[in-house]
């Protein structure tokens, strides 16, 4: 059976594509499964991205800008 790889760092994990996400320590709900490793050195609750300048230069309203970067997290 194929194993899920690390969202982070594309290195096999040790849980197959077809297990439950319940059922897996590291899957991080609209991102993916993480590796012991990444998830040891990310906090899972704590997403890291990165935003472009040109982003926030070009939207000088705050909420506006929060719910762009909020959409690079989909």
């Known amino acids: 059976?194929?194993?899920?790889?690390?969202?982070?760092?594309?290195?096999?994990?040790?849980?197959?594509?077809?297990?439950?996400?319940?059922l897996r320590f590291g899957y991080v709900e609209g991102l993916g499964q993480t590796c012991k490793d990444c998830n040891r050195v990310h906090n899972i609750n704590e997403v890291i991205i990165e935003v472009p300048g040109k982003l926030i230069r070009d939207t000088p309203n705050d909420q506006e800008l929060g719910g762009k970067i909020r959409s690079l997290l989909s």
Request: proline fraction near 0%; include cysteine; hydrophobic fraction near 25%.
């Open 1 to 22: 059976m194929a194993k899920e790889k690390c969202v982070m760092c594309g290195k096999e994990t040790q849980y197959d594509v077809n297990d439950h996400v319940n």
